[in-house]
DNA sequence: CATTTTATATACCGAACGGTATAATGAGAT
DNA sequence: ATCTCATTATACCGTTCGGTATATAAAATG
């Protein structure tokens, strides 16, 4: 059981580091000093590693996100935990989230985007749900709220990857007063 | 030399759809109707034909960056012409902008981000200038004007991003308020 | 007309790909 | 002591990978 983690574990660095088509399986195993059928015998494929990976790492992720949102707030309150949580999750294992927008952005026929898909549809769920409960603060979005909540993620990876440029030693976590300055930023972009 | 540009057609909408790695070069060849050899005739190799595409399509666009930054106006006129000018480039070929999008964001030892890294850091080069010269206008900023041209361009690819959610069917050009509102949520960002 | 140059195809290369059939190992249960 | 079952390795599979040696056809050049 052991071993099923440091695949998982060798396989999020090679792709982050390389990226998941240009990472084969045995360059996996040689990193983790075992052989192919242990692999195949926990995870199927190589892409079951891969779903394997993410179900595994998103799985609190979402949790913790839906926490959020339970605590019945106004939406700037609300983008606030949200934001938190995102950074939070972000501070603990910069490997896997940079990997995580890599695959967000990558070719949409990709099965690698294909894996990360349910998860990405599944957190703009939640925060569109954010919006849609916030209407009496906001008015009518005309059916912007996707577009809202797209943009309000969109916000938070492009601060997060200005983030590792400006500290790329991760010496420092990510400050309250960052957070609030992001969620202003957004606040004020939807109020235009 | 129209099988040459036949050739980058082919690998453009392909590179776009499955990601590089995920392509073979038979499978472009096959698209174009044609064989391998021709194709290493003209680009040496598959990495020969990514770099041909990237320097073919974003040398118009350096050019078109340049040009905005040349007229000598505050910061604000300056951002616009410089999100203009991104807004216009995508505009005219979503597919390759995108593509753009996904090698940027991709694994950093990636030789398809290798291939853009220059691309990229010239054009933040440029950005960067034009933040040091409004420095009568900013203040002093302590050496951000880096993280200051990363989000911009940060913000506007998260535009377009969401642009191509809103009209996936590309029927419309983006508008001039649209400029307008995105250099004024940016702005607010940095005054912050 | 002969010759070089450009552009394309046939057929192939060794290496790496994802994946597997089979067997050995070792710990726990009967 | 044997049996079971989870775990791991050896050795291999067919396919596809990026890339090329060689031939050919057409076009430009002398």
Chains 1, 2 share one sequence.
């Not at 045995?26 to 590693?49: C, H, M, N, W």
């Amino acid at each position: 059981m052991e071993n099923k983690m440091l695949l998982m574990q060798c396989a999020k660095e090679l792709f982050y580091a390389k990226g998941y088509d240009a990472v084969g399986v045995q360059e996996i195993v040689d990193r983790a000093g075992l052989t192919k059928p242990t692999l195949y015998y926990y995870f199927g494929s190589k892409l079951g590693l891969l779903k394997t990976l993410l179900e595994t790492k998103l799985q609190e992720f979402d949790l913790l996100v839906e926490e959020s949102m339970k605590m019945d707030q106004d939406i700037r309150a609300t983008l606030y935990w949200l934001a938190k949580t995102y950074c939070n999750f972000f501070d603990k294992d910069r490997e896997f989230y940079m990997l995580m927008m890599a695959l967000f952005y990558s070719a949409r026929e990709n099965e690698a985007y294909q894996a990360i898909k349910p998860y990405v549809t599944a957190f703009y769920d939640n925060v569109v749900e954010a919006f849609e409960n916030a209407s009496d603060q906001l008015g009518n979005m005309n059916g912007r709220q996707r577009q809202f909540a797209i943009g309000f993620t969109g916000t938070i990876n492009h601060f997060l990857l200005l983030q590792c440029e400006a500290d790329p030693e991760h010496k420092k976590e990510i400050s309250e007063q960052q957070i609030i300055n992001l969620v202003n930023q957004f606040m004020y972009g939807i109020f235009t």
